[in-house]
């Protein structure tokens, strides 16, 4: 069997959008009239995640429609199936339990339903709170094939490559049961870094446990702060990538399962070359703020230039993803600003090509100083006054974002969010975080990688030590610990969930790790207020980490 592996990019919500999206694909493919099946991502119709619009019973019933619709549609190429992933009723039309479903239509009928059977809640997934689990797999005959149809999570109950417990069923083991041709697998799974690794290396053990070729749709796009990065895969019997699709860009392609166990990976093309961390990290990142961007409607950014390496990075980034022509940056030097770091923003505006304005607060922030000194009589001067000049940057950059209906990107990394080094209602305002899951060291790497082939961000952004400027030779390192250290116990804490004793055991100094970890708690609250962050990593701050807010716990 020819079988098309659609992989694309829904948008979560537009379902008229989605199905004229796979009806153009369906058109191509019909044309060509060779293949026989095509499979798209699950949820396709919906998007992914569709989370509460699936509370809303006309949304349910606009989906019921663009499923009869595509069944309709099908009428126009007999002989092509059409394995679509879209939410279905558990039972009768006023039921409100659902079911996550991979749909098999053709010629103007649903031939076969398949249901997500393990539905996760964990990190970023909360799919018990909208689905039912399915009642059971079966195996489909289907031109000449036993298709053995699973969702996703399904494929992925193996805690050696997830690190999570088994769930105490297995639909791949269940559905091999039933001796099947070919696995075929609907995925909407989001990227953190090395994803795309365990993904080839879980589909790979299922095929050669099981002896069978195995194919996997994965979605690509951005969706709010997930990232999905394709990388769909057809696999051999023996383990091995037949074909590997491209990360973070759509793509058809089109295999033959009679192939699938004799074709090297070289003669069909085989994965995708292996990209180092920094570049899937660009790619994530740029594909992430041309979505948002995109499925927001918003056509222009805006960014807070100071000169330093973070905002630096995030400019970058945003003329990639949006054309030089749309990205605005916005110089704004108090009285603490050193000229060099004017310098720098002006220079790195240059070397993008962008419009880059300067707007002094200096006058701004007496006036500040001004109203406030009656009430601030007989206190030294400490992060307070420090502060209100991000918070007057805050205040010109959102009236900015309203004039011109830009959006306003805000540019803290992962390191700053976590332990508050970061202003509220200041440098926190805006309405995306493109690097806020980006711990401080990879900040730097990945602004020296884009920097590979010629210099964007200038060379004295990257070696001077980094410093807010809102007092006189600030220097970041005054508060917080070195970022080589600050980022390792971050990422035991965050990402691996290491407590401040278990951390101190492994070799860390105690004062440092004590501090680090009060912080985290303590910020808790600056975070939720923090706009959307683009996940990168296993744990990010977001909907995958609901850490409590007024609470008193160990740290």
Not at 147 to 174: F, H, K, M, R
Not at 496 to 506: D, F, H
Request: hydrophobic share 40%.
């Amino acid at each position: 069997m020819k079988i098309a592996l659609a992989q694309l990019n829904p948008t979560v919500g537009d379902l008229n959008g989605n199905l004229a999206m796979l009806t153009a694909v369906i058109d191509e493919q019909a044309a060509d009239g060779q293949t026989e099946l095509l499979v798209c991502s699950e949820l396709f119709l919906t998007g992914y995640p569709p989370r509460d619009l699936l509370e809303r019973e006309a949304f349910i019933r606009e989906a019921e429609a663009a499923l009869a619709e595509l069944a309709d549609y099908s009428r126009r190429c007999p002989g092509l199936g059409i394995l679509v992933g879209t939410v279905t009723r558990a039972h009768e039309q006023a039921d409100r339990r659902l079911y996550n479903t991979a749909v098999l239509v053709e010629n103007g009928a649903i031939l076969f339903r398949q249901h997500k059977t393990l539905l996760p809640v964990y990190d970023v997934f909360d799919e018990r709170r909208y689905f039912e689990p399915a009642p059971g797999v079966q195996v489909f005959p289907y031109k000449g094939e036993r298709l053995g149809i699973s969702i996703c999570e399904d494929a992925w109950n193996d805690p050696e490559i997830t690190g999570y417990p088994a769930y105490p069923v297995d639909p791949v083991a269940q559905l091999a049961a039933g001796q099947p041709t070919l696995m075929i697998n609907l995925s909407a799974s989001p990227f953190h870094l090395g994803k795309e690794v365990l993904r080839r290396q879980l589909i790979g053990r299922h095929a050669s446990h099981y002896r069978l070729p195995f194919i996997l749709v994965n979605q690509v796009g951005g969706n709010d702060e997930l990232i999905f990065d394709g990388h769909s895969l057809a696999i051999s019997p023996e383990g091995t990538p037949v074909r590997e699709l491209a990360g973070f860009s759509t793509e058809v392609y089109t295999c033959d399962t009679n192939r699938l166990g004799v074709e090297s990976a070289a003669a069909a093309g085989g994965s995708q070359p292996a990209a180092d961390a920094s570049e899937q990290v660009r790619r994530a990142l740029v594909l992430g703020l041309r979505d948002y961007c995109r499925k927001c409607g918003f056509r222009q950014v805006l960014v807070g230039l100071s000169g330093g390496i973070d905002s630096a990075l995030v400019c970058c980034l945003a003329v990639e993803a949006m054309g030089r022509d749309n990205v605005w940056g916005i110089g704004m030097p108090s009285p603490f600003s050193s000229r060099g770091s004017i310098d720098d923003a002006r220079q790195l505006a240059a070397n993008l090509g962008i419009r880059f304005d300067l707007l002094p607060i200096g006058s701004l922030y007496r006036e500040f100083l001004q109203v406030l000194e009656p009430l601030f009589a007989g206190r030294p001067a400490d992060v307070a006054e420090e502060n209100i000049q991000a918070r007057i940057r805050g205040v010109l950059l959102m009236a900015l974002s309203n004039k011109f209906g830009h959006l306003l990107l805000t540019t803290g990394n992962k390191s700053e969010l976590a332990v508050g080094y970061c202003t509220l209602y200041g440098d926190m305002c805006g309405g995306l975080g493109v690097i806020s899951d980006l711990p401080k060291t990879m900040v730097y790497r990945l602004a020296n990688h884009l920097n590979r082939d010629r210099e964007l961000i200038p060379r004295a952004i990257i070696t001077k030590a980094p410093s807010a400027e809102l007092r006189p030779d600030q220097k970041d390192q005054d508060t917080l610990p070195p970022y080589e250290i600050l980022d390792q116990v971050l990422q035991l804490i965050i990402d691996e969930g290491k407590s401040a004793a278990e951390i101190i055991a492994a070799g860390f100094e105690a004062d440092t790790v004590n501090w680090i970890a009060r912080a985290v708690k303590n910020n808790e609250y600056k975070r939720r207020q923090a706009a959307p962050g683009l996940k990168i990593t296993s744990k990010a701050f977001g909907s995958g980490r609901r850490m409590p807010i007024a609470a008193r716990y160990r740290v």
